[in-house]
């Protein structure tokens, strides 16, 4: 019986992070069900960027409240998470505060994690408040429906309990460590606690077994909570938390508005643009371009996996459809629901496959009309607002100009406007409706 709650904690610890592992790996299979990229250039400019934009949080701060705030719970995150070492460590081989010898940065630790847990906790009461009462118009437009809207929230009351859960912890353990003679007490005196210290009077009534009872309640839930919420991540807005770091990594690193031609388009042109090439003529072994089997993309087995690594790593934050022209304006076109379209997509695709050993069966849907309509698609002018505004290096844009191109090149469905602009081109050798002799006639008017 001694051993039984170690017992326990590994084998909850164990199906937690087997469970993580398991999501973490239908993940990358999702993601992989994109087509081949090149992102292996300049290394140096694309760690520079993951340094710069995840861990730095440069373009968080942009907006100075939300970025301040952000930033506060994502260090408070990443210092209280060093003591889910302790915790673990505690966990398994049935220790208390394992990390007590250090004696004076022990108490320095244990002080910044209650500050920061402080902090936190403050923070995401501010956050929840924006959204919910303040009610900023960016977490309310029209895609934000019952899921994403209660996911936020979910995350947030996760984030104070687990913060609520910590400082009770503390102190009570600090409560415990103040009973003289407690009968085989291992809550031996160590830590600093600048917070919760003045919970301490909610508990000096209890007798050391109760004390015990709550502080290890408390205990186990605070490790509940963090397995649960780690879990809860692949379902969660907040897998951002994990995709930042590579989403940044492979962010696009062409200027905005350099827009990728295909190969085999750009070939034919160039050919057609040679006197000396002979149109006819067979090409040269090994020098033919690969021509793909479809143009541009109707759903996300079309896009290369990059594109899909920003649909799992959207934050749903809003930036970028508050900072979007045709939005404003009332147009249809949401960057945002794009992102969040293309992965529950992606979701569906790969949970067909799941049902379906491994393969996937034409399901009659596709991303295209089933979930992003072409007024959405042609709204957009392509100004990149979006991906200059996105804190993680999302691209909505690069996903609207690859169905685009579907539409325009397999299914010559462009809106009449377009169609009628190419004509004059290819007529006229301009835009406009005029013959190129008549083309500066209004200079004389």
Same mark, same amino acid.
């Given at each position: 019986?001694?051993?039984?709650?170690?017992?326990?904690?590994?084998?909850?610890?164990?199906?937690?992070?087997?469970?993580?592992?398991?999501?973490?790996?239908?993940?990358?299979?999702?993601?992989?069900?994109?087509?081949?990229?090149?992102?292996?250039?300049?290394?140096?400019?694309?760690?520079?960027?993951?340094?710069?934009?995840?861990?730095?949080?440069?373009?968080?701060?942009?907006?100075?409240?939300?970025?301040?705030?952000?930033?506060?719970?994502?260090?408070?995150?990443?210092?209280?998470?060093?003591?889910?070492?302790?915790?673990?460590?505690?966990?398994?081989?049935?220790?208390?505060?394992?990390?007590?010898?250090?004696?004076?940065?022990?108490?320095?630790?244990?002080?910044?994690? +209650?500050?920061?847990?402080?902090?936190?906790?403050?923070?995401?009461?501010?956050?929840?408040?924006?959204?919910?009462?303040?009610?900023?118009?960016?977490?309310?437009?029209?895609?934000?429906?019952?899921?994403?809207?209660?996911?936020?929230?979910?995350?947030?009351?996760?984030?104070?309990?687990?913060?609520?859960?910590?400082?009770?912890?503390?102190?009570?353990?600090?409560?415990?460590?103040?009973?003289?003679?407690?009968?085989?007490?291992?809550?031996?005196?160590?830590?600093?606690?600048?917070?919760?210290?003045?919970?301490?009077?909610?508990?000096?009534?209890? $007798?050391?077994?109760?004390?015990?009872?709550?502080?290890?309640?408390?205990?186990?839930?605070?490790?509940?909570?963090?397995?649960?919420?780690?879990?809860?991540?692949?379902?969660?807005?907040?897998?951002?938390?994990?995709?930042?770091?590579?989403?940044?990594?492979?962010?696009?690193?062409?200027?905005?508005?350099?827009?990728?031609?295909?190969?085999?388009?750009?070939?034919?042109?160039?050919?057609?643009?040679?006197?000396?090439?002979?149109?006819?003529?067979?090409?040269?072994?090994?020098?033919?371009?690969?021509?793909?089997?479809?143009?541009?993309?109707?759903?996300?087995?079309?896009?290369?996996?990059?594109?899909?690594?920003?649909?799992?790593?959207?934050? +749903?934050?809003?930036?970028?459809?508050?900072?979007?022209?045709?939005?404003?304006?009332?147009?249809?076109?949401?960057?945002?629901?794009?992102?969040?379209?293309?992965?529950?997509?992606?979701?569906?695709?790969?949970? $067909?496959?799941?049902?379906?050993?491994?393969?996937?069966?034409?399901?009659?849907?596709?991303?295209?009309?089933?979930?992003?309509?072409?007024?959405?698609?042609?709204?957009?002018?392509?100004?990149?607002?979006?991906?200059?505004?996105?804190?993680?290096?999302?691209?909505?844009?690069?996903?609207?100009?690859?169905?685009?191109?579907?539409?325009?090149?397999?299914?010559?469905?462009?809106?009449?406007?377009?169609?009628?602009?190419?004509?004059?081109?290819? $007529?006229?050798?301009?835009?406009?409706?005029?013959?190129?002799?008549?083309?500066?006639?209004?200079?004389?008017?």
């Amino acid at each position: 019986m001694q051993y039984l709650p170690n017992i326990l904690f590994a084998i909850l610890f164990s199906l937690g992070i087997g469970y993580f592992i398991k999501n973490i790996k239908k993940l990358k299979r999702n993601i992989k069900l994109g087509k081949a990229v090149g992102v292996s250039d300049n290394k140096s400019q694309r760690l520079r960027n993951m340094v710069m934009i995840a861990f730095g949080q440069s373009k968080m701060v942009r907006r100075p409240i939300a970025g301040v705030l952000h930033a506060i719970v994502y260090v408070g995150f990443i210092v209280i998470n060093i003591e889910v070492l302790e915790i673990i460590i505690d966990g398994l081989f049935g220790t208390h505060r394992v990390f007590a010898f250090l004696g004076p940065f022990y108490d320095i630790l244990i002080g910044a994690f +209650e500050v920061s847990a402080l902090l936190v906790l403050i923070t995401v009461i501010v956050f929840w408040i924006r959204r919910n009462i303040t009610k900023l118009k960016r977490f309310w437009k029209k895609e934000m429906t019952s899921w994403p809207k209660n996911d936020a929230n979910y995350i947030l009351y996760f984030e104070m309990i687990l913060m609520c859960l910590f400082l009770i912890m503390n102190a009570v353990d600090q409560t415990i460590q103040m009973m003289p003679g407690a009968p085989d007490n291992h809550y031996v005196e160590a830590g600093s606690y600048p917070v919760s210290q003045f919970l301490v009077p909610l508990f000096q009534g209890f $007798n050391y077994g109760s004390a015990v009872i709550v502080e290890r309640s408390a205990w186990w839930l605070h490790i509940i909570g963090i397995l649960i919420f780690l879990n809860y991540l692949y379902y969660s807005k907040h897998l951002h938390i994990l995709l930042a770091f590579p989403n940044t990594y492979y962010g696009n690193l062409k200027p905005k508005g350099q827009m990728n031609n295909l190969a085999a388009v750009t070939n034919e042109v160039k050919m057609m643009m040679d006197p000396n090439v002979d149109p006819f003529a067979a090409p040269e072994e090994g020098t033919e371009e690969e021509v793909p089997e479809k143009f541009g993309a109707s759903d996300v087995l079309d896009l290369n996996w990059v594109q899909l690594l920003n649909a799992y790593t959207c934050t +749903e934050c809003g930036r970028c459809t508050s900072e979007c022209p045709a939005n404003q304006t009332g147009k249809e076109l949401s960057p945002r629901k794009i992102m969040m379209d293309t992965r529950d997509r992606l979701e569906e695709v790969g949970k $067909n496959i799941d049902a379906n050993q491994g393969t996937f069966k034409e399901d009659g849907k596709q991303l295209l009309d089933d979930y992003i309509s072409r007024e959405e698609l042609w709204a957009c002018t392509s100004c990149n607002a979006c991906t200059e505004a996105c804190p993680v290096s999302i691209d909505p844009l690069s996903i609207i100009l690859e169905m685009r191109r579907y539409l325009v090149m397999e299914q010559s469905a462009a809106p009449t406007e377009l169609n009628t602009m190419m004509t004059n081109i290819e $007529n006229n050798g301009a835009p406009w409706p005029y013959n190129q002799m008549d083309r500066l006639n209004w200079k004389n008017e």
